[in-house]
């Protein structure tokens, strides 16, 4: 059969690479080997590497690496039309360990799924609903992270910044593209947590990169496009409404909501009340009635286990952190952040905020499985792999400092979908997340001009690391299954 011309490209890319010398910031393979898997109830040999690859600031060449795990069945079926999935978690200057042993890799980490139980050490089982039946897979460690550097004369601000973030990611997957012979294939990125701002804004760094790289759609997970709208600046009234539904179902899953309930039916009844009457009442400010003032802050009382009095006494609103304090204050607990289903003891200083965060031992567990995994696909120093690496000084969005600043990640989205008319977008979010929550994402959508059709909004019964939920985590590799495997629109 004749070949493409598109395939006689990948074949040259990858033999210039096969061929190019090595320097100090050439590809480094750390490990290859041929893993069984067990997938869709069949067992497959799957080629796993690990490695990092050369990526450039626009000031200096090479002055940074980016890290890679992919997996790639030795006999895949599909061809040209075979999906690649580029996955990476958030921070900014967290690794893939999260995704990779929670979610998507040939191991899964198993959390207790009864909250109140003891985590004990991290107890791994082979991940027999990894995605290798529908895509190969490519986990990306942003530079710093993982195995991945940055030179000590690496230009920092451009690393550490949306824009240079994502441009060097995007360097790193069409190399790994190229290497692979895979530049034809149709790309979906999947970004969690920061990591779904990385993921829209390599949208565009891919295009500039390469305008022929078919990205096909981009998966967010906990997504945080809107953060700057939905964040809790006190006179910001979007972000007590659009917070409303996680805390009525938190407080539904605690058994401080009015009953009888349910944490998904209380949400949706949250978002109802939300829309109609709270945000009237907010925007009313002072010159709300007092009769009405009493009645949506009775409604509030029933829908938020916190107390009406607690509403009056704070102008009907309440942050989400203050939530975490009051709502099992009479139990001297305080709930997790990251997932509310998580309690913790309540400081005894503890005022309107407090740090240390309930779920944050479970989301060392898939970093303390991360090494004994690295050495099952045959990595020798698996103990250098860094799992966070957090930047130094500030992290740089874009938007200025004005306070009319403006961070379009989603317009980002928008114009791909008016470009390309098979770009499609999924949406992932836990109802008890206190960090991203279900109504910003319901806002996202909302306020955005995606067509019905190109877009999927899940939500699931867990919190910002949803996949720590088994049920959530068997729906969620369902829905991507689907969206990967989709037809594209003719």
């Given at each position: 059969?004749?070949?493409?011309?598109?395939?006689?490209?990948d074949?040259?890319?990858?033999?210039?690479?096969?061929l190019?010398?090595?320097?100090?910031?050439?590809?480094?393979?750390?490990?290859?080997?041929v893993?069984?898997?067990?997938?869709?109830?069949?067992?497959?040999?799957?080629?796993?590497?690990?490695?990092?690859l050369?990526?450039?600031?626009?000031?200096?060449?090479?002055?940074?690496?980016v890290?890679?795990?992919?997996?790639?069945?030795?006999?895949a079926a599909?061809?040209?039309?075979?999906?690649?999935?580029?996955?990476?978690?958030?921070?900014?200057?967290?690794?893939?360990?999260?995704?990779?042993?929670?979610?998507l890799?040939l191991?899964?980490?198993?959390?207790?799924?009864?909250?109140?139980?003891?985590?004990?050490k991290?107890?791994?089982?082979?991940?027999?609903?990894?995605?290798?039946?529908?895509?190969d897979?490519?986990?990306?460690?942003?530079?710093?992270?993982?195995?991945?550097?940055?030179?000590?004369?690496?230009?920092?601000?451009?690393?550490?910044?949306?824009?240079g973030d994502?441009l060097?990611?995007?360097?790193?997957?069409?190399?790994?593209?190229?290497?692979?012979?895979?530049?034809?294939?149709?790309?979906?990125?999947?970004?969690?947590?920061?990591?779904?701002?990385?993921a829209?804004?390599?949208?565009?760094?891919?295009?500039?990169?390469?305008?022929?790289?078919?990205?096909?759609?981009?998966?967010?997970?906990?997504?945080?496009?809107?953060?700057?709208?939905?964040?809790?600046?006190?006179d910001?009234?979007?972000?007590?409404?659009?917070?409303l539904?996680?805390?009525?179902?938190?407080?539904?899953?605690?058994?401080?909501?009015?009953?009888?309930?349910?944490?998904?039916?209380?949400?949706?009844?949250?978002?109802?009340?939300?829309?109609?009457?709270?945000?009237?009442?907010?925007?009313?400010?002072?010159?709300?009635?007092?009769?009405?003032?009493?009645?949506v802050?009775?409604?509030?009382?029933?829908?938020?286990?916190?107390?009406?009095?607690?509403?009056?006494?704070?102008?009907?609103?309440?942050?989400?952190?203050?939530?975490r304090?009051?709502?099992?204050?009479?139990?001297?607990?305080?709930?997790?952040?990251?997932?509310?289903?998580y309690?913790?003891?309540?400081?005894?200083?503890?005022?309107?905020?407090?740090?240390?965060?309930?779920f944050?031992?479970?989301s060392?567990?898939?970093?303390?499985?991360?090494?004994?995994?690295?050495?099952?696909?045959?990595?020798?120093?698996?103990?250098?792999?860094?799992?966070?690496?957090?930047?130094?000084?500030?992290?740089?969005?874009?938007?200025?400092?004005?306070?009319?600043?403006?961070?379009?990640?989603?317009?980002?989205?928008?114009k791909r979908?008016?470009?390309?008319?098979?770009?499609?977008?999924?949406?992932g979010?836990?109802?008890?997340?206190?960090?991203?929550?279900?109504?910003?994402?319901?806002?996202?959508?909302a306020?955005?001009?995606?067509?019905?059709?190109?877009?999927?909004?899940?939500?699931?019964?867990?919190?910002?690391?949803?996949?720590?939920?088994d049920?959530?985590?068997r729906?969620?590799?369902?829905q991507?299954r689907?969206?990967?495997?989709?037809?594209?629109?003719?």
């Open positions: 059969m004749a070949l493409t011309l598109r395939a006689l490209i074949a040259a890319a990858a033999a210039m690479l096969m190019a010398p090595l320097s100090a910031g050439a590809q480094t393979v750390r490990a290859k080997s893993q069984k898997v067990r997938v869709q109830g069949r067992t497959i040999d799957v080629a796993a590497e690990v490695g990092t050369p990526v450039s600031s626009k000031a200096r060449a090479e002055d940074a690496t890290g890679y795990i992919s997996y790639v069945p030795v006999k599909a061809g040209a039309e075979r999906p690649v999935l580029v996955a990476f978690n958030g921070g900014p200057g967290a690794s893939s360990a999260f995704l990779q042993m929670g979610a890799g191991s899964r980490v198993s959390v207790p799924q009864d909250p109140a139980a003891p985590l004990g991290p107890v791994v089982a082979p991940n027999n609903d990894t995605l290798l039946d529908a895509a897979l490519l986990f990306l460690d942003p530079p710093g992270t993982g195995f991945s550097s940055l030179s000590p004369n690496a230009d920092f601000s451009f690393y550490h910044s949306v824009k994502a060097a990611n995007a360097q790193a997957v069409k190399q790994w593209l190229a290497k692979h012979g895979r530049l034809g294939a149709p790309i979906y990125i999947l970004g969690e947590s920061y990591g779904t701002i990385r829209t804004a390599m949208i565009d760094a891919l295009a500039e990169i390469d305008p022929a790289i078919r990205l096909r759609g981009v998966l967010l997970l906990g997504q945080a496009l809107n953060m700057i709208e939905t964040s809790q600046r006190p910001n009234i979007i972000s007590y409404v659009v917070s539904p996680s805390l009525a179902a938190i407080a539904c899953y605690h058994h401080k909501a009015a009953a009888p309930c349910t944490p998904e039916g209380i949400a949706d009844k949250a978002e109802r009340f939300a829309g109609a009457t709270y945000l009237h009442a907010l925007f009313e400010g002072r010159a709300i009635a007092p009769a009405e003032k009493q009645r802050a009775n409604q509030l009382a029933a829908l938020s286990g916190i107390p009406a009095a607690y509403y009056l006494a704070h102008d009907l609103r309440i942050t989400k952190e203050q939530f304090v009051q709502l099992l204050k009479d139990e001297g607990k305080v709930v997790g952040r990251y997932d509310a289903r309690t913790a003891p309540r400081p005894a200083d503890a005022g309107e905020t407090v740090g240390p965060d309930a944050s031992a479970v060392d567990l898939y970093g303390k499985a991360m090494p004994a995994y690295l050495a099952r696909l045959g990595v020798k120093d698996p103990a250098d792999y860094k799992v966070l690496a957090l930047p130094k000084g500030a992290w740089a969005y874009g938007g200025g400092d004005s306070p009319f600043a403006d961070w379009p990640f989603m317009a980002i989205i928008e979908m008016e470009k390309n008319p098979d770009f499609r977008l999924f949406v979010n836990g109802i008890y997340d206190l960090t991203t929550t279900i109504g910003a994402a319901d806002y996202l959508i306020q955005s001009d995606a067509p019905d059709g190109h877009y999927v909004l899940a939500r699931y019964p867990a919190g910002h690391v949803s996949y720590s939920d049920g959530s985590w729906t969620m590799i369902g991507i689907a969206f990967l495997t989709r037809a594209p629109a003719r």
